[in-house]
């Protein structure tokens, strides 16, 4: 009977031990899973704050890169804005010339007796309307041709139904020069184109006292002086009515 309970007793003590056994060895195993886990959440909690970080920055840099296009935006449209208005006032400006050009038109040909159409042009900043006849003259020569004369009988006419119409007649010539020998220069020759055209208006009635000369030689061209067409343009004589008269007339080319 004792053997039986010291058998017992130590059956006993045995499985109690070995059940210790397992639920200690479960224990440490439950422990580093907890373990485990608990430095998995640390470092999804570590991974979450430096996504939101990196999520609050992207949107900050975000409106701060939306301000900037609004802004660019913004500029460009004001941009646009003042293009098209200076565009309205560039369109107003031209309308206006076109209007001022067309009123000397008519004042031209209302005061002067003009007939048919008088072209008009800006030349460094003064207006030049351009007569029906135009003054020619040869290289090297002052010398007015039929056209020539028609034209300044022409401009007579017009000066003579015109008392208060003072002339500053300017002569001028292309870049060609004279031999040195000839003791002639294009400030002579500008000279002499002038008072060409000066003698004929006085023939023709119109008082000396209204009358200017003056030569530009070849220092006002106004085409290139390197082709035959250009040079021939710039042999020229040019009328500039004085301020009482208040425009200035081209009369030959």
């Given amino acids: ?45 570590e991974k979450v704050k430096m996504l939101e970080e990196k999520v609050t920055s992207l949107e900050a840099e975000m409106e701060a890169e ?4 609004n802004g660019e935006i913004a500029g460009i449209k004001a941009d646009l804005d003042a293009t098209k208005k200076q565009l309205s006032d560039a369109k107003a400006a031209l309308a206006a010339k076109e209007n001022e050009i067309a009123e000397i038109k008519k004042t031209v040909k209302d005061a002067f007796g ?20 135009a003054v020619h003259y040869r290289s090297g020569s002052a010398r007015l041709n039929r056209s020539a004369r028609k034209a300044v009988d022409d401009l007579a006419e017009l000066m003579k139904n015109n008392p208060n119409m003072h002339l500053l007649i300017e002569g001028h ?9 000839t003791g002639m220069d294009n400030w002579q020759l500008s000279v002499n184109r002038a ?17 200017t000369v003056a030569g530009r030689a070849d220092t006002d061209p106004v085409a ?13 004589t040019m009328a500039k009515p004085s301020p009482k008269t208040g425009k200035i007339f081209k009369i030959g080319n």
């Fill in 1 to 45: 009977m004792n053997l039986t309970l010291r058998l017992l007793a130590i059956t006993l003590i045995s499985t109690l031990a070995l059940s210790s056994c397992v639920s200690k060895k479960k224990f440490d195993q439950l422990m580093d899973e907890k373990n485990s886990l608990a430095s998995s959440l640390s470092e999804s909690q």
């Fill in 66 to 69: 939306k301000n900037r296009l």
């Fill in 114 to 133: 003009v007939s048919g159409d008088v072209a008009v042009q800006e030349v460094n900043g003064d207006m030049y309307v351009t007569l029906s006849e």
């Fill in 173 to 181: 010539t292309d870049s060609d020069k004279f031999p040195a020998d």
């Fill in 195 to 211: 008072m060409a055209v000066v003698k004929r208006l006085i023939r023709k009635g119109v008082e000396p006292a209204r009358l």
């Fill in 224 to 236: 290139p002086n390197d082709s035959r067409e250009g040079k021939a343009e710039n042999r020229r």
